[in-house]
């Protein structure tokens, strides 16, 4: 009887091989889609805060997220930072910090 030697278990290393790998492709497909999920899309606007940020821009330029706000702006954020009022501003703040409600509709 055939076993079909070395060549027969260099075709089923790859087989074996092919199948993790479309595994594991399927899990990150998964696991992409649950990432949109958590987030939500917001319109297109200009500004500081237009992807649920704090609504403030920093001493050098830039919009300042949550966790850095603190750091950054100072208390209150006003003390070195322009608020820009940005329309959305803080709607994905607990998205954003990775919180418990991440998925409640505001």
């Given at each position: 009887m055939w076993d079909g030697g070395a060549m027969g278990r260099g075709i089923a290393r790859v087989g074996a091989h092919l199948l993790i790998i479309c595994i594991g492709s399927l899990y990150l497909l998964d696991a992409g889609s649950l990432?949109?999920?958590?987030?939500?899309?917001?319109?297109?606007c200009r500004g500081c805060g237009c992807k649920g940020g704090p609504g403030y821009r920093g001493p050098g330029g830039r919009c300042v997220g949550f966790?850095?706000?603190?750091?950054?702006?100072?208390?209150?954020?006003e003390t070195r930072c322009t608020f820009?009022?940005?329309?959305?501003?803080?709607?994905?703040?607990?998205?954003a910090l990775g919180g418990d409600d991440t998925n409640k509709a505001s």
């Open positions: 990432a949109f999920a958590a987030c939500p899309e917001r319109p297109a966790k850095a706000l603190d750091k950054v702006c100072g208390i209150p954020p820009e009022n940005a329309r959305g501003t803080g709607e994905n703040k607990a998205c």
